[in-house]
């Protein structure tokens, strides 16, 4: 109770503009294992529509996709964020992110019942631009969020940029350790399923004996019933 009125307390002291929102700081390995996919590519068209209840404006963005840094290889993909603008009504949800037409982005995609999405809301969005030697650079798209280490109560500071081979190195190697680990524990359960077998097979007389005795005991109350 202390420390949840003490984080918020560090929220309220937060030096946040009146544009800002705060949001939870998602960890680069949490962000890799829960996308559905990981893709990088340029926007080449949007469109902005009402949903089919005519309550929320829906923003369709489609990407040309160069690479695909995780998830099954695709050539395209339309991704469906809120807001947006159609004819002289606009909706702005804050913390989204906003996507232009030719501009290069990776996303963090995820699947959700309007279609694919993305991770994570801006934490899941990176633009991609050349630097001075050309090259490709790989930045957080997070402009306005304060982002907050939930367990510390902290704020931190987004990721830095990187270069383009390295961010694809990162997240193979996150999905290689993620791998590696989700074989070990499924190593781990069928050895713990094997013990208990073997453990019934050495003991099979033991077990055996204490079948008996709990039949003896239902068939010895059943008779006193």
């Avoid at 369709?60 to 964020?81: H, N």
Wanted: positive net charge; contains cysteine; proline residues 3%.
């Amino acid at each position: 109770m202390t420390r949840n009125l003490a984080f918020a307390a560090l929220l309220l002291l937060l030096p946040v503009s009146a544009s800002a929102t705060i949001s939870r700081a998602v960890d680069f390995e949490e962000k890799v294992e829960h996308a559905a996919s990981i893709v990088m590519g340029k926007c080449v068209a949007q469109e902005s529509r009402w949903d089919a209840t005519k309550n929320w404006i829906l923003t369709y963005s489609t990407f040309t996709v160069e690479k695909t840094l995780k998830g099954q290889p695709t050539q395209q993909i339309t991704l469906v964020t809120p807001g947006g603008t159609v004819g002289n009504l606009t909706q702005d949800v804050v913390g989204v992110p906003k996507f232009r037409e030719g501009e290069e982005h990776v996303v963090f995609v995820r699947n959700s019942q309007a279609g694919p999405t993305v991770l994570y809301l801006e934490q899941g969005d990176y633009r991609v631009r050349k630097d001075e030697r050309g090259d490709r650079i790989v930045e957080p798209a997070v402009s306005a969020a304060v982002l907050v280490d939930t367990g510390r109560g902290t704020a931190v500071q987004a990721e830095g940029p990187r270069k383009l081979r390295e961010f694809e190195g990162s997240v193979r190697d996150t999905v290689r350790r993620r791998e590696v680990m989700r074989m070990q524990v499924i190593e781990q359960k069928k050895k713990a399923e094997a013990s208990f077998w073997n453990q019934l097979q050495r003991n099979r007389v033991l077990v055996v004996l204490a079948v008996l005795g709990v039949l003896l005991a239902t068939w010895q109350f059943a008779r006193r019933s």
